[in-house]
């Protein structure tokens, strides 16, 4: 939930303990989670966390007290809703090959303290597009810029293809797009392919 709306986002169940729920929190980079709910720890039964993430349990009868206090004291502001990417560089996909995959995928494991570099590129255009998968969530891309042609995948991207249908009256393919994404490979039947694995698009 808090990836798909980008917003600070606590979850609950009840744990039939007492009269007691309990769940974790979620945030974005603008909101530190562990102190807005620190203020309201008095009427928590347990609580603990950092800026990004909290665990805690409270009693059911004060939750929409919980929910009011959040919402009422936020200071977010409508741009620091608006999710960001930091993109460590810009690279034409044209420009890309198997090689320089390769070679990124040397630097791995990537993780909290050493993050997977993303790349960007502007006025691509989608040759193809189609989604595939048992359950139809996946995209798939044929990505063209400057007479190469490059695919993509993206997961979990429902949102992101009725978005381009939206977008261009449900003709995707010949439109431009900006892509943000990591060069990876696909391996299928022995061959290796540059592939890129899309994080965002607009």
Not at 45 to 69: K, T, V
């Amino acid at each position: 939930i808090k990836e798909k709306y980008y917003r600070p986002t606590i979850i609950l169940t009840d744990s039939s303990t007492q009269g007691l729920a309990k769940g974790s929190g979620r945030s974005i980079e603008t909101y530190n989670i562990y102190k807005e709910v620190l203020k309201f720890k008095e009427n928590l039964e347990s609580f603990g966390g950092h800026p990004m993430a909290c665990g805690l349990s409270i009693n059911i009868n004060n939750i929409d007290d919980l929910r009011n206090f959040l919402n009422n004291n936020s200071t977010l502001t409508k741009a620091q809703k608006q999710k960001t990417i930091n993109i460590d560089k810009a690279i034409d996909i044209s420009k890309l090959s198997l090689e320089f995959a390769e070679s990124l995928n040397k630097l791995t494991p990537f993780g909290k303290d050493f993050e997977k570099p993303i790349f960007a590129d502007k006025n691509v255009d989608i040759a193809q597009v189609a989604m595939i998968g048992k359950d139809k969530k996946t995209m798939k891309l044929s990505l063209h810029k400057n007479g190469v042609y490059i695919n993509a995948i993206k997961f979990n991207a429902v949102d992101q293809y009725n978005y381009l249908k939206a977008k261009f009256n449900g003709n995707i393919e010949g439109k431009k797009i900006d892509v943000v994404y990591y060069p990876d490979i696909n391996e299928f039947r022995g061959n290796r392919n540059l592939q890129l694995k899309l994080i965002d698009i607009r």
